[in-house]
C-alpha cells in the first residue's frame, strides 16, 4: 500500500520562529490533507491540497504531487501551534481512504 | 451548530465485555469513517461506510463491528474479541474528499 513519511518527527521553535514541514508519499494520489492535532484530541483540518499552494494566515501548503511531496510553513509561530502535525493521502480515487503518516510533534516555547 | 459528536468522551470497560462508541453527523455528509489512534501514532482507518446500509472494513478491522442505518450515524462496536482494545476513536465524515473529525472517545480497558 501507499507508504506516508513525514519529517522531521519531532521539531522544538522559539516563539515567532519559521518551521517548514514534510511529507512524502510513494504513490500518486488524489486527496492530500493536512491536519493540526491538539493536545486534547481533535484534528482541526488545515488544507486539502492534492496539488497547488494555499495559504491561510500564518500557515500555507504546497503539494508537488509529480514529485510527490507536500510542505506546510508555519511562519511566526505561536505556543497555540503546538500539537502533531498530520499528513494523509487517499489510496485510490473515490474511495477517500485516507492513509494517516506518524505526524510532527511541534512545541513552540515562550 | 454542523458539525460531528462523539460520545462517551471517556470510556472505560472490563475486559470480555462489548462496548459501543457513538457517532453522529449534521452535516449531510454521504460518508463516515472509524479510525484508531495509539500513542505516538498515527491514525488508522477501521471501517467506512459510504452510503446508508453499506460498509467497507479497513485495515485493522478485526475485533469490530459497525452498522449505518441512517445517514446521521455510525457507532462503533469494539468486541471482546479486539485483543488491544485501548486506545484513542475518532470518527469522521466527508461529503466529496474531504475528512472532517469528531472530537474523539478515550477508550481504556481495566
Known amino acids: 500500500g501507499i507508504q506516508v513519511e513525514q519529517s522531521p518527527p519531532d521539531l522544538i521553535l522559539q516563539e515567532g520562529a519559521n518551521s517548514t514541514l514534510r511529507c512524502n508519499f510513494s504513490?500518486?494520489?488524489?486527496?492530500l490533507q493536512w491536519f493540526h492535532q491538539n493536545p486534547w484530541g481533535q484534528l482541526i483540518n488545515l488544507f486539502y491540497i492534492p496539488s497547488g499552494t494555499k495559504q491561510n494566515g500564518r500557515l500555507s501548503a504546497t503539494t508537488v504531487a509529480t514529485e510527490r511531496y507536500s510542505l506546510l510553513y508555519i511562519s511566526s509561530s505561536q505556543t497555540t501551534d503546538s500539537g502533531v502535525y498530520f499528513c494523509?493521502?487517499?489510496?485510490?480515487?473515490?474511495?477517500?481512504?485516507?492513509?494517516f503518516g506518524k505526524g510532527t510533534k511541534l512545541t513552540v516555547n515562550p | 451548530d454542523g458539525g460531528i459528536t462523539q460520545s462517551p468522551k471517556y470510556l472505560f470497560r472490563k475486559e470480555g465485555q462489548n462496548v459501543t462508541l457513538s457517532c453522529e453527523q449534521n452535516l449531510n455528509h454521504d460518508a463516515m469513517y472509524w479510525y484508531r489512534q495509539d500513542p505516538g501514532q498515527g491514525l488508522r482507518l477501521i471501517y467506512y461506510s459510504q452510503i446508508v446500509n453499506d460498509f467497507q472494513k479497513g485495515d485493522i478491522a478485526e475485533g469490530y463491528s459497525v452498522s449505518r442505518e441512517k445517514k446521521e450515524s455510525f457507532p462503533l462496536t469494539v468486541t471482546s474479541a479486539q485483543k488491544n482494545p485501548t486506545a484513542f476513536y475518532l470518527c469522521?465524515?466527508?461529503?466529496?474528499?474531504?475528512?472532517?473529525f469528531g472530537p474523539g472517545t478515550r477508550l481504556t480497558v481495566l
Open positions: 469522521a465524515s466527508s461529503m466529496e474528499y474531504e475528512q472532517f
Open positions: 494523509a493521502v487517499d489510496t485510490q480515487g473515490g474511495s477517500e481512504k485516507l492513509v
Open positions: 504513490d500518486s494520489v488524489n486527496n
